[in-house]
C-alpha cells in the first residue's frame, strides 16, 4: 500500500499502485511519467482525484404496512384478480386502387 506525501515522488516497477484510503478530504492532482527500460520518459499525464465526505442524513422511519388484526377481528384475503383481455381482431387490409398507366413522355426538340 502506497502512503502519499504532497510534493514527494512515488517509482514503483509495477504498473499497479494500491493507493492508502486516508487521503485528506479535499482534491488531489496525480501526475503519471512512465520511463521506459532505455531511459525515456513520456509526457506527463494528470488527473485530479475528489475525496469528500458521505453525507449521512437521517429518515424517519417508515410506517408499517401491514397491522395484525384486533381482537374479535378476521382478516379476509382476497386473491389478486387480473384482468383478462380479449385479443383485438385483425384490421381488415384495404383494397388498392389499380395504378394508373404511366403519361407518355412529351417529344423533345432538337434545337
Known sequence: MTTFV?????????PV???DAGLS??????????????GRRSAPEAVDVVVSRRLVVETP???????PP???????????V????A????RKARAR???KPAKPAKPRSET
Open 87 to 90: 385479443p383485438a381482431e385483425a
Open 25 to 38: 478530504v479535499g482534491t488531489h492532482r496525480f501526475q503519471l511519467v512512465v520511463v521506459s527500460n532505455n
Open 6 to 14: 504532497k510534493g514527494r515522488t512515488v517509482e514503483t516497477a509495477e
Open 61 to 67: 422511519p417508515r410506517p408499517t404496512l401491514f397491522r
Open 82 to 85: 387480473r384482468p383478462t383481455r
Open 70 to 80: 384486533l381482537p374479535g377481528w378476521t382478516a379476509i384475503l382476497t386473491p389478486v
Open 17 to 19: 499502485v494500491v493507493v
Open 97 to 99: 386502387k389499380p395504378a
